[in-house]
């Protein structure tokens, strides 16, 4: 096999959907030879924040001299930023590898996608010789295949309504399933929350011995957005907390961070003409800070590309972009849970947003451009972003990356219409 055909087996696992429960992956880990215990962990949960945090923490622990593995997802321009060691995306013939020894196995124990790529980072993480791992939790917590890795260190960055079939219809229910993954008597990094969600951790920690720590936000952070100085100060606390090293230390390492992580598609202003802000923002409160960022840097409104997902609260944050985005394009995201540029134009119109509709991803943001003099706003799903961003470096619509930039080999080699990794998850 080549790595095109272990990509679109990988991707064809996705037809399987979502699974609960933890036996199919916790078979696999032990086919493996259950990589997860040569390493330490750190669990990063939440809603919002998650891949920020991790992406900071894993940095900071990379300048402090350890070899560090990084589980984030989903990706936003290749499948392989999912996991990295160093900051190295891993190699596709360790993909290629992978799946070759253990095909046989991830069949018989009809393992899902997100099952086989967590699997695949902790056995990665094994044979490069990982001393610690921030891995960012998936849907939830309680049954993430993530929870195998059985974290001593959890950061929770917050919650809100998600998933409200899988993880609950309140904040409570959804705080519950994601601290559940905490395993007894390790730490837990979150600050003070709403009452009613402070007490079901308040609850955790008592019947799990937690440690319960409230961080400090960071004065500075390096990625744009007042909230990503509270990202900051949970990555600093667990970086702490996981290293047992001094203040001074793991501030310099910091430091060195905010000089050097580079993570796309994050309030992520790209120069050309015009500019071309990328964010993936896809639920209210994500939306909330986009909107707080845009509000206090640029006069709105300013024209945008947007597309979401059909089971987020599209309708919701239609109404709080109303006075933010004018005049939109709307664009249908490239995934069988999509929500139809049509449908989210009709919405964008009731609130009397001009707006127009391009199904696809490379004509939308044409369009977008037509309208734009100073700014065009990208936003929403990560397969709107993360197309739309390989669309701007192919028609040389924004400054490709410079050399030494994590993705720069993918900026310079954009796939095809119908590659997987265009419809990824």
Known sequence: MNYSDVEKYLFGRRRMGMKFGLD???????????????????????????GSTTALLSEMLTHMGFRTGRIT???????????AVNGRWIPEEEVVRFIELFRDKIEEHSATFFEITTVMSAWHFMNSRVDIVAAEAGLGGRLDATRLLDGECTVFTGVEIEHRRILGSTEPAITAEKVAI?????ALIAYSQKPEVEQIIAD???KKNLNREIPIPAEIAPLPGEHQKRNAGLAISAAMRISGYDEATVMQAFGKACNTLGWAGRIDLRTGSPKILFDVAHNPGSIALLTKYLRKNWQV?????????????WREMTF?????????VTTTPLNERCLPAKTLCEEFRNNGVETFCEDDIGRALRKGRSLASDLLVVTGSFFVVGDAMRQAWKNVWIIKPGEGEEQ????FDVPDVDSPQRNGV
């Open 408 to 411: 720069n080999q993918l900026f």
């Open 73 to 83: 997802s989903p990706h936003l321009l290749h499948y392989r930023e999912r996991t």
């Open 24 to 50: 199919r992956v916790r078979k696999l880990m032990m086919d493996t030879g259950n990589p997860q215990e040569s390493f330490r962990t750190v669990h990063i949960v939440g809603t919002n924040g998650k």
């Open 182 to 186: 905490a395993r007894d008597g390790s």
């Open 204 to 206: 955790a920690v008592r």
């Open 320 to 328: 709080q972009l109303r006075e933010i985005f004018n005049p939109v």
């Open 301 to 313: 409104p300013v024209p945008a590309v947007i597309g979401f997902l059909e089971d987020k609260l």
